[in-house]
């Protein structure tokens, strides 16, 4: 039988946030001696990005000949080693090593995506003599705090207008103006956005009814061979009403949708770049194109207090949440304020990629497909 391998942390989810500290034990059972050179526990957080791109030319002998190119990135944001255990043999039994680890505060949050990855993992490693390593893996969700009541702007409505002639060859049907509205201009995941569609139809065109997006763009940056980009865009939630607009009348249209599970927004500058964006689509009639508009969401783990129901309870936060805010800090309007109103968050799996990236670098024997980091989800 094959030795087994039992990781045990402090947080069952394995959900840390940057600044905490890991804290957990492995229990390795062993089924036979292992003759090693030494025994190491490793926490490495990574962020990787891959994709290759083909392109087929002919020769002057008419000779098709494709050239690939390997487009590739990678970040470093920790790496620690411990050895628990030097050269000599391991023998049959129940081997149990701890371990306390603090993550960085500067750790971009764990997020996985078509061409690359953010990824931390806790392992153990034997390093054997005349044999193949034995390596054993527990992937962990590391989130950086995006508190959204520190950016004041976040506070304020989001409007978008746009305007449109109407034409249809020969005839020009009149113009179509239309906006789309939120209350705030970041959310949480499980937060609800509400947002009016307003549309005034000066044309002689009815409307056919409209579909509401809630968008996400992963921007891949490839620094080597050199820097080049590759994108992924899903539709997270659609929101599809039949309702109509007649010609020459003003609507207004109400809804609202839920953020699922998601990664907070990042830095346009690191190697994988998420934003998020709600759009609206108008359906015309007709010869007529469909008509869009949207506004930017940002995305974070910590809500806005203006954005919590009136009824939220008075709850204490988990140890995983941020700090509470000192009575000398919540006098000082540039701090965020108190935190006792926010309930806390469960944790649910981040919604996936159909093909989620495979790092090819890592054995076949030890790699880790298709892990879905946890985010917060508040109610």
């Not at 204490?316 to 968050?345: C, V």
Request: contains cysteine.
């Amino acid at each position: 039988m094959p030795s087994v391998c039992k990781f045990t942390l402090d947080h069952p989810n394995a959900v840390y946030y940057c600044g905490q500290t890991i804290n957990g034990t492995i229990s390795l059972t062993t089924t036979s001696e292992k003759n090693i050179r030494h025994a190491s526990i490793i926490f490495l957080g990574e962020g990787k990005v891959k994709w290759e791109e083909s392109t087929t030319s002919t020769d002057a002998k008419g000779v098709a000949i494709t050239t690939t190119i390997y487009y590739s990135s990678h970040e470093v944001y920790i790496s620690n080693r411990t050895t628990v255990r030097g050269q000599g043999t391991l023998p049959v039994g129940v081997h149990t090593y701890t371990f306390r680890i603090k993550v960085p505060m500067d750790c971009p949050t764990s997020c996985e995506g078509r061409y690359g990855h953010i990824r931390y993992a806790i392992s153990l490693k034997l390093n054997r003599v005349l044999r193949f390593d034995n390596t054993y893996y527990k992937p962990l969700t590391v989130l950086k705090r995006v508190d959204l009541n520190k950016y004041p702007t976040f506070k304020l409505p989001l409007l978008t207008e746009q305007n449109a002639s109407l034409c249809c060859w020969p005839c020009n049907s009149g113009k179509l103006l239309y906006s789309l509205q939120t209350p705030f201009g970041a959310y949480t995941p499980g937060q609800t956005i509400k947002f009016s569609l307003g549309i005034h139809n000066n044309s002689m065109v009815d409307t056919k009814g409209y579909h509401v997006d809630f968008i996400q763009k992963m921007t891949f940056t490839a620094h080597s061979p050199n820097r080049s980009h590759q994108y992924e865009r899903r539709i997270l939630v659609r929101k599809i009403s039949t309702d109509i607009c007649r010609r020459l009348t003003n609507c207004i249209f109400n809804g609202e949708l839920r953020v699922p599970s998601v990664p907070p927004t990042t830095e346009p500058a690191n190697i994988i770049y998420i934003e998020y964006k709600l759009k609206a689509t108008i359906i015309m009639t007709g010869c007529h194109k469909s008509r869009d508009v949207s506004v930017p969401i940002f995305i974070g783990n910590i809500p806005l207090l203006e954005s919590l129901p009136s009824n939220a309870e008075r709850m204490e936060m988990p140890p995983s949440a941020p700090k509470m805010a000192t009575a000398e800090e919540n006098l000082n309007p540039e701090m965020p304020p108190n935190y006792t109103d926010i309930k806390p968050p469960s944790y649910r799996e981040a919604m996936q990629s159909d093909t989620p990236f495979v790092d090819n670098d890592v054995d076949k024997h030890h790699r880790v497909v298709g892990f879905k980091p946890l985010y917060p989800m508040y109610s």
